[in-house]
């Protein structure tokens, strides 16, 4: 079974409108962390937000936020009043638990978000 | 900022060549790991490191080997490229977690092209 699920392999969103993109994951830890990136055409992986399991609050930071249902093991990126450059490729990422697994991410396959002018 | 560098961003080799795909990070951190990234399969962890000379196997090494002499870099290598390895290779690092966020950086990619 996948680790982290990405339903939509592309999503197309108007200019100055709100979009969620969907991520699902699968853990039997009670520690994890969420983690969502970025990813230009240019190519480079640029980190946006996390979660943490025992967060009680959602993640936000600027436009980006985080809509974390933990028992739907659910962490879906809102991204509010989008712009043309927030076109790119957005991964949903989890760390699990601790020992050396802590180490590592788990993607998902992404999604690609077109903003339209 | 955290700075983390790949030696090439397009390599093109021949079937059989040994090639070396290097990174080097400047913040002083533990962990480097190597992925590959293919369309509709996201990114794979190949290896990583939490030390040097400490290496662990991710979900796909075979094909691959690390390498870790020094804390600032890590080595990725193909000991007898094939086609099958034709793909965007990219290095990150972090910080140990420790309960805070720990993000891993990474650097901008090498496109590996094996005829």
């Known amino acids: 079974a996948q680790k982290i699920t990405q339903t939509q392999p592309g999503m197309f969103v108007q200019e100055k409108e709100a979009v969620t993109l969907d991520c699902t994951y699968d853990t039997s830890d009670q520690s994890y962390g969420l983690f969502w990136y970025k990813q230009p055409s240019s190519g480079e992986m640029i980190f946006l937000i996390y979660?943490?399991?025992?967060?009680?609050q959602n993640a936000t930071e600027g436009r980006y936020s985080l809509n974390f249902q933990k028992a739907r093991k659910s962490a879906n990126l809102v991204i509010s009043a989008s712009q043309l450059g927030d076109s790119a490729m957005y991964f949903c990422a989890m760390r699990e638990g601790g020992g050396g697994s802590n180490y590592k991410l788990t993607f998902g396959k992404g999604t690609l978000l077109t903003v339209n002018p | 900022d955290v700075k983390v560098t790949q030696s090439s961003r397009y390599l093109v080799k021949r079937t059989g060549e040994k090639v070396f795909l290097e990174c080097v990070q400047d913040?002083?951190?533990?962990?480097m790991f190597w992925y590959r990234q293919d369309p509709g399969l996201g990114l794979r962890l190949i290896y990583f490191?939490?030390?040097?000379?400490?290496?662990e196997k991710g979900d796909i090494p075979e094909g691959y080997s690390v390498s870790r002499e020094k804390k600032e870099r890590f080595s990725l290598i193909l000991e007898s490229a094939s086609t099958n390895q034709t793909s965007m290779y990219l290095c990150?690092?972090?910080?140990?977690?420790?309960?805070?966020?720990?993000?891993?950086?990474f650097g901008p990619g090498t496109r590996l092209t094996v005829l």
């Open positions: 979660q943490g399991s025992y967060d009680e």
């Open positions: 913040m002083d951190h533990e962990n």
């Open positions: 490191s939490y030390d040097v000379k400490m290496k």
């Open positions: 990150a690092s972090s910080e140990t977690p420790s309960g805070g966020v720990n993000e891993q950086f």
